[in-house]
């Protein structure tokens, strides 16, 4: 997981709104944690034989999005 002292990079799904740790960023900024949340890993899903990293409530990466804004977490 990337990760800058402290700082880290985020990923939501926008089917249920769960928000992860971004396994896989791309050039997002980087935020600490607000205080009074916690946040989860995305899980490893097999589908068919194909292994990936997605939203433990959805059972897919289809609705993931980068978090851009603070406001967001």
């Known amino acids: 997981m990337p990760k800058l002292k402290n700082k ?3 990923c939501k799904c926008n089917n249920c709104g769960e928000v ?3 396994t896989n960023p791309n050039s ?7 205080k009074g949340k916690t946040y989860n890993e995305l899980e490893t899903i097999n ?3 194909e292994f990936f990293k997605g939203c433990f409530n959805c059972e ?14």
């Open 47 to 49: 589908k068919e034989g």
């Open 60 to 73: 897919t990466d289809e609705y993931l999005m980068d978090i851009e804004n603070e406001n967001q977490l």
């Open 20 to 22: 992860f740790f971004d």
């Open 8 to 10: 880290y990079q985020f």
């Open 28 to 34: 997002q900024p980087f935020f600490e944690i607000p």
